[in-house]
């Protein structure tokens, strides 16, 4: 309760500053976006208490914090600011007050530390920081640098006359007398008609012909297209892949030095350009495929490209697509080629109506629309269509593209619900073709249906481009899509079901006829195709820009600012947008004030994975907990590795599996690293197929964690963090990773700022940004114990209020609709987060005295206690600490923080005997605070992972970012 009557004498003060005060507070309270407002600390304490009061009377909260200068106040809306009202405090067990001293008395905190730790300032900025030039050559993932060759090719008379009947042939010399004499050529052609396999082949012949050197490397979108298209062609030239014909993606290479074709995502390519301007040395030609996609890599790899061609007189660049924006691309790269690949097979074309017969139709389609939302499936509509195409229409598979899951979901049942009149057609079996589903045998969706047999193919947008199924006939488009955008300014990920673009229309479309005349039935209106975007908003622009930010420190010259080099881009994102990644990326220590790389940033850049899971290896690295956190970024960095059930009424026993890896540990992060080790004990034993399917987890999806992990760990070694033997080395590294609270204390390093903190009086989550977060339902902390005192209705409270620790970490935060969930959240203790989040280098105004204020200067309306002391994380992050504690957590931060950075400077050598005694107090500290909180260490979680052979590639999964499931 308050100590002081709010209704005391209104402060007197000056009538400017009353007005502005009163315009101030009610422009707050007008404007729906802005959640809170904070005044300097230049106001007196008459002002801050005239605030305080009108504030009050306009049914607003506030609060003040700090001393003298220090003295700040904030006033927010009651049910739209994140300001948690009470304290976060910061208390240290006996033991751990020991462990401190005893540390500090053998090595105190000493002068270098202390200069290292200042905040950077401008005359310490170096003069030469052109981190372009000094480019880290250890980085893996990255093409060869072999050598230009006169191809000298075979060939494979089977399958000629298929090659000259595919319509690209027919531009065969179109397309090299174009590149004959531009730099950069433009190649549009239906799907289908033969670009990504045949262009290549064309350049090598032409090359062979005139005894010219050649090497060509042609980019895909995804690593299923490269490897099944270097396949392809490897075949059409009667070679085996990995000689002249090669593919390099992640976790897999498949080239020689002799290799003069070689396919790759735009992800290697894009890393084999930040090794410096002699990546393309030895390179003549490079194809970007279905360049239309604009992936997140594909932008920023056309700026580099673009300057390369500056560089390389030589080089030639070929962009192609089925649906390509011409003029956007011409335009672009100003003086190009342009050919298009017409086609030269026939598709079904309806008849056309009569005007009485459009009229009807089109009263119709008015009745349809004003009994049916469109923006929904409508699910009997496409029983009938697909009823219509098996009981009535000739033999062909059928195509179904669908937005997502529960669409697949609900659309397979109903099938099955109508299996009698199914029935009375062909024998059918119906597959699913989806990113988060089980892989039981890839292969057989891509065979022709045996004869008399009609597959059914439920697929997302993956059949668009990545996979070809050449025995499709019929394709139904239900034009919609799920579609992932991020809000820079909120930090929300929206995932929701909306209408295709145009071009992807299109692409589906081209699904249909690939052998035969072929039919596609949209579920649309020509009004609303009229009325779809023309192509597909890019990645850029909708999601987070971190990792691409990073990589332009590599890419752009020296000194370019990050925000001036993605200026660059074909659709540059908003400024916003970039500042708030920069300002991510320096709030992460990965960038200093003036976007130069830290140590840090450095190795960041060198990790094949996005920046915050970067962070979190590096820390596992000097924390000495490698294992388990490699396990947990390498699921993280891939996907989830439990699948959707296929049947709805197995949704529970799939939550329950979930729960089980999670063993009471609050930790969505430990049900991934359970899962694994289960996993890997299963396959050892025999079991695998069992546990994949009890548990509902994908065995493709671990394999690829080894895969990942391997290559991790090769990064690792080759940047020095791991070395052979003795000091640092695996078994080394893995000295605390029995230990769940060092394991948390990695992950709370790494997505900071990505925190939750419990609001006990009003019994919510908040977010910085959010005021009010629920657990997805893919969360294991939905279903902990309830409160017993809270009522049924009250299901969010209750789960609230038992959370032993009111801080959590979370992976991501979605919308759906007005509600926020965060997903994959792990629960902390209070000093974890005070010492892993936030920057290593604090300025000294972060912590300050809470004093006691005389009752004639005290302004605030909320009852303060003013005794002890302030740390200021950041603008949301304070705790309050008691002057004794706050000594002892300052010291053992900065002693952290100073071990950090040598690290980081000097990766292999190895750590003194004042570094192994810092870790080993916070070690000790850390553990002493997880047990005070009530919270479970659980044993087996450093068991060192099996030695595996695994192919991360098997017939069944090999393709895959993309699964398949049969169901006959």
């Known amino acids: 309760m308050p100590r002081r009557n709010r209704h005391k004498k209104t402060p007197l003060i000056g009538e400017d500053t009353r007005i ?257 301007d002699s990546a393309l040395s030895t390179v003549t030609h490079i194809i970007v495929d279905e360049v239309h996609e604009r992936d997140r890599f594909c932008d920023i790899l056309l700026i580099a490209l673009k300057d390369a061609l500056q560089k390389h007189k030589t080089l030639k660049l070929i ?23 017409l086609e030269n097979w026939t598709q079904y074309k309806p008849q056309k109506s009569g005007s009485n017969t459009i009229k009807e139709d089109k009263l119709l389609l008015d009745v349809y629309h004003h009994t049916f939302d469109d923006d929904k499936i409508n699910y009997d509509l496409l029983m009938q269509l697909i009823l219509h195409i098996h009981l009535k229409m000739p033999p062909g598979s059928v195509l179904i593209f669908l937005p997502g899951y529960d669409d697949i979901v609900t659309m397979k ?128 622009l909708r999601l987070p820009l971190q990792e691409l930010c990073l990589y332009t420190k590599h890419l752009a010259p020296g000194n370019t600012p990050i925000a001036e080099f993605l200026d660059r881009a074909l659709e540059p994102p908003s400024n ?30 060198d990790l094949p994975i996005e920046p915050r899971l970067g962070k979190m290896l590096l820390y596992a690295v000097v924390l000495k907990c490698l294992d388990p956190v490699l396990t947990i970024v390498c699921s993280l960095a891939y996907k989830d590795p439990f699948v959707l059930p296929f049947q709805p009424s197995q949704k529970r026993a799939a939550t329950a599996a979930r729960k089980r890896f999670a063993t009471n540990t609050y930790s969505d992060h430990m049900v991934v690293l359970r899962a694994f080790q289960g996993w890997q004990n299963a396959r050892a034993s025999g079991k695998e197929r069992a546990f994949c399917e009890q548990n509902f987890i994908s065995a493709a999806v671990m394999e690829m964690v080894v895969g990942m992990r391997t290559q991790l760990l090769g990064q690792l070694r080759a940047s020095g963090f791991v070395r052979a033997r003795g000091p640092g080395d695996i078994r080394d590294l893995n000295s605390n990773s029995e230990n769940w609270a060092v394991v948390k204390a990695a992950l709370t390093a790494g997505l900071y700022p990505n925190l939750i903190r419990v609001d006990r009086e009003h019994l919510q989550l908040r977010t910085q940004k959010e005021v009010k977060v629920f657990f997805h339902p893919s969360s294991t902390l939905r279903d902990y114990p309830k409160s017993a005192r809270m009522i049924s209705t009250q299901t969010y409270a209750a789960n609230v209020e038992t959370l032993p620790c009111d801080w959590l970490l979370y992976e991501e935060m979605s919308r759906t609709g007005r509600f926020c969930h965060v997903k994959m959240v792990t629960l902390v203790n209070p000093l974890t987060v005070a010492l892993f989040c936030g920057p290593a280098r604090l300025s000294v105004d972060v912590i300050y005295e809470a004093e006691s204020v005389p009752e004639s200067e005290s302004d605030s309306e909320v009852d303060e206690s003013n005794e002890g002391t302030i740390f200021k994380l950041d603008d949301w992050v304070v705790f309050k600490l008691d002057p004794e504690t706050a000594r002892f957590f300052l010291h053992l931060r900065q002693k952290w923080n100073a071990l950090f950075l040598r690290r980081m400077k000097t990766p292999n050598k190895a750590m003194s005997q004042l570094d192994e005694k810092v870790l080993s107090t916070l070690v000790n500290v850390i553990t002493n605070e997880e047990q005070a909180c009530g919270l479970q260490q659980p044993s087996g979680i450093g068991q060192r992972p099996r030695p595996l052979i695994v192919d991360y590639y098997p017939a069944n999964a090999r393709r895959t970012d993309d699964f398949v499931e049969v169901i006959s």
């Not at 502005?20 to 600390?41: G, H, I, M, W, Y």
């Not at 390509?324 to 690949?341: H, Q, R, W």
């Not at 059918?428 to 969706?445: F, G, P, R």
């Not at 299109?506 to 009229?530: E, V």
């Open 20 to 276: 502005a005060v009163n315009l101030t507070l009610k422009k707050l309270l007008e404007s729906p976006d802005q959640k809170e407002l904070e005044f300097p600390s230049s106001y007196t304490a008459e002002e801050r208490a005239y605030i305080h009061k009108l504030a009050y009377e306009l049914g607003l909260k506030s609060k003040s914090r700090g001393k003298g200068t220090n003295r700040f106040l904030t006033v927010y809306k009651r049910e739209g600011s994140t300001i948690v009202q009470a304290d976060a405090v910061i208390k240290l067990q006996k033991a751990s007050r020991q462990s401190i001293y005893n540390l500090l008395q053998t090595f105190p905190l000493n002068h270098k530390e202390c200069q290292d730790l200042l905040p950077p300032i401008e005359r310490e900025r170096p003069l030469n920081t052109d981190v372009s030039v000094n480019t880290n050559t250890k980085a893996m993932g990255r093409l060869n640098n072999s050598v230009a060759q006169v191809p000298q090719l075979k060939t494979n008379f089977d399958v000629v006359n298929y090659r000259k009947a595919l319509p690209v042939y027919s531009c065969r010399e179109n397309i090299l007398d174009a590149l004959n004499s531009n730099s950069v050529v433009i190649i549009g052609g239906e799907t289908g008609s033969g670009k990504t396999t045949q262009v290549p082949q064309f350049i090598l012949e032409h090359c062979q012909q005139r005894h010219q050197p050649c090497r060509i490397i042609c980019t895909q979108p995804r690593r299923l297209s490269a490897v099944s298209v270097a396949e392809r062609v490897a075949f059409e030239r009667d070679e085996k892949i990995g000689q002249t014909f090669g593919y390099q993606i992640r976790l897999e290479s498949r080239v020689a030095p002799k290799t003069l074709l070689t396919y790759c995502t735009n992800g290697v390519l894009l890393r084999t350009l930040m090794a410096g």
């Open 576 to 605: 916003v947008v970039t500042r708030n990644a920069v300002q991510l990326l320096k709030t992460i220590d990965a960038l200093d004030p003036w976007e130069d790389l830290t140590e840090l940033g450095s190795h960041l850049l």
């Open 413 to 540: 049942e109903k099938i099955n619900n109508e299996e009698k009149e199914m029935n009375q057609g062909l024998r059918y079996t119906l597959y699913v073709l989806h990113s988060n589903m089980q892989t039981c045998d890839q292969k057989k969706v891509f065979k022709p249906s045996s004869v008399g047999m009609r597959k059914i193919i439920l697929s997302t947008n993956i059949a668009e481009t990545s996979i070809t199924i050449d025995d499709v006939v019929y394709v139904i488009d239900s034009g919609k899509v799920k579609e992932k955008s991020f809000d820079a300014i909120s930090g929300v990920c929206t995932l929701k079901s909306s209408w295709i673009s145009q071009a992807c229309a299109k692409q589906r479309k081209g699904r249909a006829g690939r052998c035969r005349k072929g039919i596609c039935y949209r579920l649309f209106s020509s009004i609303r195709y009229n009325s779809m975007q023309p192509y597909q908003i890019p990645e850029i």
């Open 319 to 341: 962009l192609m697509s089925a649906t390509l924006d011409v003029n956007i691309f011409a335009k672009y790269f100003n003086k190009c080629a342009v050919v298009n690949v």
